[in-house]
């Protein structure tokens, strides 16, 4: 049978995950020294990691062409998709809010607000939710920009410290929802390569219960 | 204005030559497979009035019908599902019918899905229902059929069997409003247990609450139900696990291995319609499931004709997909025959006697026999049958 093959997001999500691995006893240093490989051995064969961007994680794992992903909440939430979310990593911790200039009531006044968000999805969710209506535009960068540049009333965004909020005269109106990284998995995968999956799972979710 | 003459809506395609072989074999298959079991074929048509479909929790949402209107102004829609279209036509057609009918389908459903996916809004299902008739005989033939349909098309594969009741029994004990008790089953059939345990948390320690945080995680083999007579409470849900291990340990019985029939006490299929047993299946190298099912008591109810029913559909385009990694039929024909000037008539005589025979002729419809030759090597045609006066045989 093939390697477990497991999608890790580029990035801080990647390293966090290595790190975990490293430490339930994989053997990662093909991960470590990766050049410019996309898919890499991890331990003695049994699992093979796969690089790539967020949401593509989702589609890869959807497909199963690769059994389980490390992905964060923020892109769950934005994509959404047909799989298993087992297990909240702990890592990657931050949170998604509205934000908008500071000193300024979000809420006064009849007309319909526009929002700026990376997350146009999670942003009318949250307003379907109150029952506002309002405009999404998508930006791709510095969403921080767009209220100041008069685009638009607020921003929905992910949010760790709020320093860059702060440097840019935003402040948090209400919180979303925290967001941290998963592990998902394929449906198929799930029932065709159970014990493999669970004792994975269970050895990570140990790990971070004893780090925790 | 941009024509959009030369390309297929997204989410459909043509389907050519060989994948249309393999996939014709493949319901051939399936079909004489049902009839030899009894089950008669029917057709529905293509578009139903959106009515049928309305307020049956089938699981899909009205934006991803594809909808339009009679000449009426009435709303139509295409086929969005197959067992509803099964039941209205039982319900009004086949009511006085003795029972049990058992009926198979064969035929494209429509559903309009995320852009850019992947995913097919034309998919293949070929299923059964046997309607008229409740209880282990019924729920064990039904799945009976599905394992040896999935036998026949595709050899290896695994069936999971789980139950509605068990969910329902146990939402019923939880103190929570309609939308979060939605909120769980989600994160119980998406086995995302962290958010599950952010819903169940603020419940304390009750029982129920419990047994459901427990539930995504029960599956696998008869283990599972020792596990669960643990966790669970309540009559009604003790007797439901009672019923479904019966039900496990016939098939068991009648030979599935463990490999190929498992239980998910937390499978809770998104059609809200199932009352009963619920199934699935899922075979290597596809990352979905391929077969659907489950018991929908209460169905027929809304068209008139209150029925006990249980049925499921195989996704035939995902089979097609599967035999078409493992086999290559023969797309070469076996003879091209060629007539010489004047004796064209002769020829398709000589053409029909070989196509008798079960061989896949061509016709050449080239002037001179070089031509013919030139045609019968470049499409790797073995024999070619030249007739004039005579009949001549010439091996490539």
Redesign the interface.
Same mark, same amino acid.
């Given at each position: 049978m093939r390697p477990l093959r497991i999608a890790l997001t580029k990035g801080r999500l990647e390293e966090k995950t290595v790190e975990l691995f490293e430490r339930i006893g994989y053997d990662c240093t093909k991960v470590r020294e990766k050049g410019r490989k996309l898919i890499l051995p991890v331990g003695s064969g049994e699992i093979e990691v796969v690089l790539a961007k967020a949401a593509d994680v989702l589609?890869y794992v959807?497909? *199963?062409?690769c059994d389980m992903g490390v992905v964060g909440k923020d892109t769950i939430l934005e994509h *959404? *998709?047909?799989?298993?979310?087992? %297990?909240?990593l702990g890592f990657g911790r931050c949170r998604f809010a509205l934000a908008a200039p500071s000193g300024c009531d979000f809420y006064a006044g009849y007309a319909a607000k526009t929002i700026a968000s990376k997350y146009p999805n999670v942003a009318r969710r949250f307003f379907e939710g109150k029952n506002m209506d309002i405009r999404v535009i998508r930006i791709e960068g510095s969403v921080e920009l767009a209220p100041l540049l008069g685009l638009s009333d607020g921003i929905v965004d992910i949010v760790e410290t709020g320093t860059t909020l702060k440097e840019n005269g935003l402040a948090v109106v209400e919180d979303i929802v925290p967001i941290s990284a998963?592990l998902i998995?394929?449906?198929?995968?799930?029932? %065709?390569r159970?014990q493999e999956i669970e004792a994975l799972t269970e050895k990570m979710e140990a790990e971070i219960a004893k780090k925790a | 204005m941009k024509r959009y003459n030369k390309i297929t809506p997204e989410g459909t395609k043509d389907v050519l030559f060989r994948e249309c072989v393999v996939r014709r074999r493949v319901e051939d298959e399936l079909a004489s497979f049902f009839a030899a079991r009894s089950y008669r074929e029917v057709m529905t048509p293509g578009i139903e009035f959106y009515d049928v479909f309305e307020g049956l929790e089938t699981g899909i949402l009205p934006e991803n019908m594809y909808k339009t209107t009679d000449q009426h102004g009435r709303l139509v829609v295409l086929r969005p599902d197959s067992t509803v279209p099964i039941a209205r036509l039982a319900a009004t057609r086949l009511q006085n019918l003795p029972r049990p009918i058992r009926l198979f389908y064969n035929h494209p459903v429509y559903r309009s899905n +995320?852009q850019l996916? $992947?995913r097919s809004d034309e998919t293949d299902e070929f299923g059964i229902e046997l309607l008229g008739a409740s209880g282990l005989k019924a729920d064990l033939e039904a799945i009976s059929c599905a394992a040896e349909a999935l036998e026949r098309c595709v050899g290896r594969y695994?069936i #999971?069997i789980g139950h509605a009741d068990v969910f329902r029994s146990l939402a019923r004990r939880l103190p929570v409003s309609e939308e979060v008790r939605e909120d769980i089953r989600v994160a119980i059939e998406?086995?995302? /247990?962290? #958010?599950l345990s952010n819903l169940l948390d603020p419940l304390g320690d009750l029982p129920a609450a419990a047994a459901m945080r427990r539930l995504?995680r029960l599956? $696998?083999g008869a283990e599972v139900f020792e596990e669960a007579a643990e966790l669970m409470c309540g009559e009604d849900t003790l007797q439901t696990l009672g019923y479904l291990r019966t039900l496990y340990e016939a098939l068991c019985r009648m030979g599935l291995s463990s490999e190929q029939v498992?239980v @998910?006490l937390g499978l809770v299929q998104r059609n809200n319609y199932y009352t009963g047993v619920v199934f699935s299946a /899922? +075979? #290597? @190298?596809? $990352? @979905?499931?391929v077969l659907f099912g489950g018991r929908y008591d209460n169905l027929l109810e809304n068209f008139g004709c209150p029925m006990p029913a249980v049925g499921f559909s195989v996704r035939v385009d995902a089979i097609t997909g599967l035999r078409m990694m493992q086999e290559e039929p023969a797309d070469v024909p076996d003879v091209l025959v060629h007539s010489d000037a004047g004796f064209e008539a002769r020829g398709l005589q000589v053409l029909n006697k070989y196509a008798q025979k079960e061989l896949r002729c061509d016709n050449s419809l080239f002037e001179s026999r070089e031509e013919a030759r030139a045609y019968a090597e470049t499409q790797g045609i073995k024999k070619i049958i030249f007739v004039s006066d005579e009949i001549e045989e010439v091996c490539l």
């Open positions: 589609t959807e497909h *199963g062409v *959404g *998709g047909h799989f298993f979310e087992v %297990l909240d998963r998995v394929n449906a198929a995968s799930m029932k %065709l159970k | +995320v996916t $992947g695994r #999971e998406s086995k995302n /247990y962290a #958010e995504p599956f $696998g498992m @998910d /899922y +075979v #290597e @190298d596809w $990352g @979905d499931a």
